[in-house]
């Protein structure tokens, strides 16, 4: 494949049916997916009888706008990844930083 065609497809990746999928029907209200959608790279190299190009597309949900009885709701996508990996860092940052002082704060008492 020529370098110009993974431009061209690459181009025609990052478009709206990226970011925002079909609408979908359910009990009576649309909901319209939507994601964050993101790329990057590009560039070409030929010598003499080789060539290449790359490009890179990254997408992730971001929520889903609801309509219904003429209203329009934005629900936000959930990360329980993200809400786990930070209640975790929040606990080791305390048991890094509150260990220590719980400690002689014991030693302290016992005296």
């Known amino acids: 494949m020529n370098p110009q065609e993974v431009l ?3 181009q025609q990746a990052m478009n ?3 970011v925002f999928g079909d609408p979908i029907q359910v009990d009576g209200a649309t909901v ?3 994601a964050v959608v993101g790329g990057g790279g590009g ?3 030929r010598g003499e009888s080789e060539g290449g190009v790359g490009f890179g597309l990254k997408a992730k949900p971001a929520g889903a706008f609801v309509v219904k009885d003429g209203r329009v709701a934005w629900r936000p996508a959930i990360d329980v990844n993200r809400i786990v990996l930070g209640g975790q860092i929040v606990a080791i940052t ?3 930083v509150l260990g ?4 002689a704060w014991c030693k302290r008492g016992k005296s």
């Open 16 to 18: 709206v049916r990226r």
């Open 32 to 34: 319209i997916p939507a």
């Open 100 to 103: 220590p002082a719980l400690r």
């Open 94 to 96: 305390a048991i890094l």
């Open 8 to 10: 061209v497809n690459a």
């Open 43 to 45: 560039g070409a190299a």
